[in-house]
């Protein structure tokens, strides 16, 4: 039997070294990408999910989101940078898939939104298509034109980040990591302003859930969204020590995940919030979690006319109905060399046959999302064939 503390790790993991990493930007071979199954079903719902918003955006359909076309214009950059890889390892050429098209086509969507992307879901894919494609796909109108999107979106105070308060986990982060990694590529006063505004967000976070775990725990649907922002900030994040913080607020929500999912129903179990999907526990911390390879996990699937299973749209009648091209930052931080990867240790947390897992919870007075209790000590008990919590 193991008992399994969710916050012991958060404070283990800031004192465990990162192996030395390069700086490139490049898409991983196709050989060192130990899931290919699940990378090419990924690709796929990716590829499916951008589909679908280029085509409402022809039949000018009032369903686009803002949201979905920062992150659909970082899906048609990958996509095209997957698709000329695997077809220079196979030798093959495709004149009719060319780098231009993801090109042309990011920009598109990045115009059609407008100058000002915020801090949240919007600005999401705007550091990793600077970091990734600035230099090979844009010229010089096309890298001037994003730069300005990018100074535009800098807040100069909290408030300007988010009016939301640190427990609410999934805006916090999202605004959090935007507003360090947009300063540190505009630079100069603003950016330092803005990157300061950020950094000032990430400690404070760090000291609350140091103390009292994760607000937004163990969270089918906005689990996904503060890895999706934790990734970037792993990868990018310039302060003195900033990847290794970022990698233990990765290794602490992995340890999280790992430790109470459930093999039998490919799920995860015991006490969690924000569940859109109480019946199944659908969302998309599924789809990085069958990246990630843990045991018996297959592609989601959603029911039909399922309002809260986000998942793929294209030809479907599943799912949320809306083009979820947020899946590209899952996609992205897993094809990239430097791209995090939950430890064997951690990953082992999801094979042990009996597990007994507490999870501490204080409110300290802050109420996001109506989870107002002031204390609570969770727990969740598995063995193969049931669990009880």
């Not at 990378?39 to 085509?55: A, D, I």
């Not at 609350?208 to 969270?219: I, L, P, R, W």
Request: proline fraction near 4%; glycine fraction near 8%.
């Amino acid at each position: 039997m193991i008992l399994v503390r969710a916050t012991w790790l958060l404070l283990l993991s800031a004192v465990c070294g990162v192996a030395a990493a390069t700086k490139s930007d490049k898409v991983a071979d196709e050989t060192s990408i130990p899931n290919t199954t699940a990378l090419e079903w990924v690709t796929q719902t990716t590829r499916g999910n951008l589909n679908y918003l280029l085509r409402n955006l022809h039949n000018k359909s009032s369903g686009v989101s803002s949201r979905d076309l920062g992150n659909g214009a970082l899906a048609a950059l990958l996509l095209d940078s997957l698709t000329m890889l695997h077809d220079s390892n196979k030798n093959v050429h495709n004149g009719q898939h060319t780098r231009r098209y993801g090109c042309d086509t990011a920009l598109l969507l990045l115009q059609h939104h407008g100058m000002e992307f915020g801090t949240s879901f919007d600005a999401q894919s705007l550091p990793p298509i600077y970091h990734g494609y600035i230099d090979s796909c844009f010229n010089d109108t096309g890298k001037a034109w994003i730069l300005e999107a990018i100074n535009r979106s800098l807040p100069m105070t909290k408030n300007e980040a988010t009016p939301q308060e640190f427990s609410y986990t999934n805006m916090w982060l999202m605004s959090t990591v935007n507003s360090i990694l947009m300063g540190e590529i505009v630079g100069g006063e603003r950016g330092r302003i803005a990157a300061s505004v950020g950094y000032t967000m990430w400690d404070q976070w760090r000291d609350y859930t140091a103390a009292s775990g994760v607000h937004e725990f163990t969270s089918p649907t906005y689990t996904n969204v503060q890895v999706s922002a934790l990734y970037m900030g792993y990868l990018y994040a310039k302060r003195p020590g900033a990847t290794l913080e970022f990698k233990a607020a990765l290794d602490l929500i992995w340890a999280d995940t790992c430790a109470n999912y459930y093999a039998g129903r490919q799920a995860l179990s015991g006490p969690h919030s924000r569940d859109y999907d109480t019946l199944l526990g659908h969302g998309m911390l599924l789809i990085d979690m069958y990246l990630f390879d843990l045991p018996h996990m297959t592609p989601l699937s959603c029911t039909y006319m399922d309002p809260h299973c986000e998942g793929p749209t294209e030809g479907t009648v599943t799912g949320t109905l809306e083009p979820m091209t947020v899946v590209a930052l899952t996609l992205f931080n897993y094809v990239h060399p430097r791209g995090y990867r939950p430890s064997p240790e951690i990953l082992s947390l999801a094979s042990l046959p009996v597990r007994e897992v507490q999870h501490r919870f204080l409110g300290q007075h802050v109420t996001a999302n109506g989870n107002e209790a002031m204390f609570a000590d969770t727990y969740n008990y598995i063995v193969e064939g049931y669990l009880l919590y």
